[in-house]
């Protein structure tokens, strides 16, 4: 997933008109949401600071020459901070130290925070539906409202909200074309009545 390619306008513009095809056959109201990361994870930052830390601590008491003490306390204090840093900087590293777990759910959370923020569920049927991009974690989740019996559509629609997840790691030409994937159940799920109005906006958000 090219977190850059997520955040260009033709991305944007792309988004946009993929939302205006889906939303002239069905009467959900659908959002996209793109997060540059969903969670702080700042124990994976402790980590590599803690583990740099040590580093130097053992470099200090093995090191057969002599070192002085004082600047010995000072870079092993040090230390630690540039391997957070580190860590904070270099997303790879990052993923890396953080369980697969911790990652659903910290985009699990996210999503369902930007549903009520963003005001998806105040359309008059709750026809609503955000599909939430997060970059970090390389995942995406698909919030239905109320509206959206999918229920009904029972195993075609976890199919294909996990092939809409697997597409966005390959980019964002296989994300949108595995999100039209979704037009036609959305348009069996909450069919486009005549007095269909446009209630939410159809560019993409950046969280």
Same mark, same amino acid.
């Given at each position: 997933?090219?977190?850059?390619?997520?955040?260009?306008?033709?991305?944007?513009?792309?988004?946009?008109?993929?939302?205006?095809?889906?939303? %002239?056959n069905t009467? =959900?109201?659908?959002?996209?949401? $793109?997060? *540059?990361?969903?969670?702080?994870? !700042?124990?994976?930052?402790?980590?590599?600071?803690a583990?740099?830390?040590?580093?130097?601590?053992?470099?200090?008491?093995?090191?057969?020459?002599?070192?002085?003490?004082?600047?010995?306390?000072?870079?092993?204090i040090?230390?630690?901070?540039?391997?957070a840093?580190?860590?904070?900087?270099?997303?790879?590293?990052?993923?890396?130290l953080?369980?697969?777990k911790?990652?659903?759910?910290?985009?699990?959370?996210?999503?369902?925070?930007?549903?009520?923020?963003?005001?998806? %569920?105040?359309?008059? =049927?709750?026809?609503?539906?955000? $599909?939430? *991009?997060?970059?970090?974690?390389? !995942?995406?989740?698909v919030?239905?409202?109320?509206g959206?019996?999918?229920e009904?559509?029972?195993?075609?629609?976890?199919?294909?909200?996990?092939?809409?997840d697997?597409a966005?790691?390959?980019?964002?030409?296989?994300?949108l074309?595995?999100?039209?994937?979704?037009?036609?159940l959305?348009?069996?799920?909450?069919?486009?009545?005549?007095?269909?109005?446009?209630?939410?906006?159809?560019?993409?958000?950046?969280?």
């Amino acid at each position: 997933m090219g977190d850059a390619a997520w955040l260009k306008d033709e991305t944007r513009k792309r988004v946009r008109d993929c939302i205006v095809e889906l939303e %002239s056959n069905t009467g =959900a109201e659908i959002v996209t949401t $793109v997060s *540059v990361c969903s969670g702080h994870y !700042r124990h994976a930052d402790y980590l590599v600071g803690a583990l740099l830390s040590l580093a130097a601590l053992l470099f200090y008491l093995f090191y057969p020459a002599p070192l002085f003490d004082d600047v010995a306390v000072l870079v092993i204090i040090a230390s630690f901070g540039v391997g957070a840093l580190l860590s904070a900087a270099a997303t790879g590293l990052r993923r890396l130290l953080v369980s697969r777990k911790v990652m659903d759910e910290s985009v699990r959370n996210a999503a369902r925070a930007r549903f009520v923020d963003q005001g998806i %569920s105040v359309t008059r =049927a709750r026809t609503g539906v955000l $599909v939430y *991009v997060s970059l970090f974690e390389r !995942r995406v989740e698909v919030v239905p409202d109320i509206g959206i019996p999918v229920e009904r559509l029972g195993e075609r629609w976890s199919q294909a909200v996990r092939a809409i997840d697997h597409a966005a790691l390959k980019g964002v030409e296989p994300f949108l074309q595995a999100l039209m994937a979704l037009g036609p159940l959305l348009a069996e799920a909450a069919p486009r009545s005549d007095d269909d109005v446009n209630e939410l906006p159809d560019d993409m958000v950046q969280a």
